[in-house]
């Protein structure tokens, strides 16, 4: 009796933390849809709505600040892989200049995730406009040498992410 009373309590919380789950990721598509990416905003936050207790503009925010920071994780492993690969000694220059924006672009998420937790708005939207130009700056040089840029794709969307955290971040509260 008492295994089946624990089995009915374990299929019960499953129960309530999906139904959580499905509220949260409502209440993320309904903040990411007043941003200018809202697929992108919805599809790199959405999935981690589950674990925060309230969605609101500040969690979104959070939440697309890790996101934003995995994708340029992936970018700069790109850069190096293309780095190594590289077809001629401009395009192996312009990745490894990328790698570098990437690092800085690393450091002003954590920037940014400083001023998330005291919802400074005026910095997190000036991190999020030199992670910007950071990307910016790596498809610059494959413009000046002429080349196909192999990161392009990615540092589209986290221009397009940083965007959207700028818009955000005007929708904190004053604390």
């Known amino acids: 009796m008492a295994g089946a009373r624990a089995v009915l309590v374990v299929v019960l919380a ?14 993320v598509a309904e903040v990411c849809r007043n941003t200018p990416f809202p697929d992108l905003c919805t599809g790199s936050s959405g999935k981690h709505a589950a674990k925060y207790r309230t969605v609101d503009p500040l969690t979104v925010l959070e939440m697309q600040v890790d996101a934003f920071k995995k994708r340029v994780r992936a970018a700069s492993r790109r850069a190096k892989k293309g780095a190594k690969a590289a077809a001629n000694p401009d395009q192996k220059r312009a990745l490894n200049l990328c790698k570098s924006y990437y690092l ?3 450091d002003n998420l954590g920037a940014c995730k400083r001023a998330i937790v005291f919802k400074d708005g005026v910095t997190i939207r000036a991190t999020m406009s030199m992670a910007a130009q950071d990307m910016q700056n790596c498809d610059e040089e494959f413009r000046k040498v002429a080349a196909k840029n192999p990161v392009c794709d990615l540092n589209k969307s986290l221009v397009e992410m940083s965007e959207n955290c700028r818009v955000l971040s005007n929708m904190i509260p004053a604390s």
């Open 14 to 27: 499953a129960a309530v933390a999906l139904q959580l789950a499905d509220a949260n990721t409502a209440a």
């Open 104 to 106: 800085d672009a690393g």
